[in-house]
Each structure stands twice: as structure tokens, then as C-alpha cells.
């Protein structure tokens, strides 16, 4: 049993002692991959890529209701998304890491509910992401030294293409970063009364900027990145571990219809 689960990519694997692996069965079918049990400066913590080890499952293909229903079935409260974004602002620059504290939602054909009924549930997401995590990560962000921003807007796109031009300038008039994989991850969490927060890293500007994307400075970006969310979950990790004082866990009540 592990009370943290984190989704996101392998770069994890270099930082998990006494890593076991178990596969888990939902009602809904199987997540993305295997789980990883393991420790994080000495917490238990389970681990799941989002897109599967070899990276095989685009953005709108992720069964993100298993994947949020295996974590909560291995007693995970708490859940740290890490997420690869572009920028819709020139403050907001490549390498630099975000805790989002707002989402929009762009995408078109995801189910987004585990209540289709009977039971039917109207949870309200005016502050969809953990307080806790997110102040923790902010935190740990400045103590390493990293330019991050603890607040942000955060666009979700259906995926798997990228922006037009038209769009991108659109998305600037409402958030800060934009990425395919927050939704409806995020709010499957919330439905569980688990409590959800990101790390999200710039690996470039959208293309409403008129600068060139040169792939192999995202991919620079990327690796450096990879380098610093460890550094951080490192320190994030001990500092949520124990008791909830967030509000997060009641979501459910007085939701149900």
C-alpha cells in the first residue's frame, strides 16, 4: 500500500529503491502500464507512466479511469502529475517549471465522469488542485533554486496533433501553459476525493510565438528537466507524506444529486 502516486514519465526509475512490481486490475479495464512500488527518501510511493513504459499511447488513447482507479485500490490520497507543457507566455520560458492552479478544458471526445449514473455526482472543481501539494512543490522548487511559478493556467487540447497558429493565439487569451494530458485525469482524481497536483516543466513555446521550435533544444530542455523533477519529488514527497489538512477529501460531500 502506498498514500502517493505519481503519474508521469520514466525518469523516476533512477530515484525508486526496493522497487516491486504489481499488476492491477480495475473495472475499467487495464492502466497504462504495470505499477512500480517503491521509496522515495524513505516513503513508499506508487509510480505510473502515463503513456506506458515504451511510450506507445497517445494522449486521447490513455485509460485514464483505470489508471486513477488502480492507484486509489493500492490506498494512494495523494496523486503528483508530471507534465511536459508549452508556453502561452513569453514569462513562462522553456526549462522553467510551473504548478498550475487553474485548468481549461479543450478536449472533445473523453469521458470524464466515473458517475454515469445511478449514482450521480456534481463535485465542485473551483480549486481543482491540491493546496497541499502544490504549496510543497513550489517550495522545493525555490529551495533547489529553479525558476518555477506557482500559479498558472493550464489548457487542455484533445491531442494528438499539435496547435494551429489560429488556436494558439486563441489559448493565450485564456491560460499560461498548454498540454494534451491533464484532463480528465485530473478530474477523475477529484471524483475519488483524492488529492491531485502537478509539476509541470516548458519544454517550448507554442506556436503563437514567432520564435523557431528547434527540436533538438526541446529535447536539451526535456533531459534537464528529467534531472530537476526528481530533485524536487525528493524533497516534496516527505514533506506531504501523513495526514490530509486539505480540504481535497471532501469533494463528495453534499454532491450527489
Avoid at 9 to 23: A, F, H, P, Q, R
Avoid at 25 to 31: A, L, N, R, S
Wanted: hydrophobic share 35%.
Amino acid at each position: 500500500m502506498a498514500s502517493i502516486g505519481i503519474i508521469g514519465g520514466s525518469g523516476l526509475y533512477n530515484i525508486m529503491e526496493n522497487v516491486k512490481t504489481i499488476d492491477v486490475e480495475t473495472p475499467y479495464g487495464k492502466p497504462s502500464d504495470k505499477l512500480e512500488i517503491g521509496e522515495i527518501s524513505g516513503v513508499e510511493v506508487a509510480f505510473l507512466p502515463r503513456h506506458g513504459k515504451r511510450h506507445t499511447i497517445p494522449p486521447h488513447n490513455v485509460n485514464y479511469h483505470a489508471n486513477i482507479w488502480a492507484l486509489k485500490s493500492l490506498g494512494v490520497e495523494r496523486i503528483i502529475g508530471l507534465n511536459a507543457v508549452g508556453s502561452l507566455r513569453d514569462d513562462y520560458k522553456p526549462g522553467d517549471i510551473v504548478i498550475p492552479d487553474q485548468f481549461i478544458d479543450f478536449t472533445r471526445k473523453r469521458r470524464l465522469t466515473y458517475y454515469d449514473g445511478p449514482d450521480v455526482y456534481h463535485i465542485s472543481m473551483a480549486d481543482p488542485f491540491c493546496s497541499e501539494i502544490s504549496s510543497a512543490s513550489y517550495n522545493a522548487g525555490l529551495d533547489l533554486g529553479y525558476k518555477i511559478h506557482n500559479s498558472g493556467t493550464y489548457v487542455c487540447i484533445e491531442g494528438p496533433r499539435f496547435s494551429t497558429r489560429a488556436e494558439s493565439r486563441m489559448f493565450r487569451q485564456f491560460g499560461d501553459i498548454i498540454g494534451m494530458t491533464l484532463v480528465p485525469e485530473i478530474n477523475l482524481a477529484d471524483e475519488l476525493a483524492m488529492c491531485y497536483g502537478m509539476i509541470a516543466t516548458v519544454t517550448d513555446y507554442d506556436v503563437w510565438s514567432e520564435k523557431p521550435v528547434d527540436t533538438n533544444e526541446v529535447i536539451k530542455i526535456m533531459k534537464e528537466n528529467e534531472e530537476k523533477v526528481p530533485k524536487m519529488l525528493s524533497k516534496i514527497i516527505p514533506e506531504i507524506h501523513g495526514q490530509r489538512k486539505c480540504k481535497c477529501s471532501l469533494r463528495l460531500e453534499n454532491a450527489k444529486a
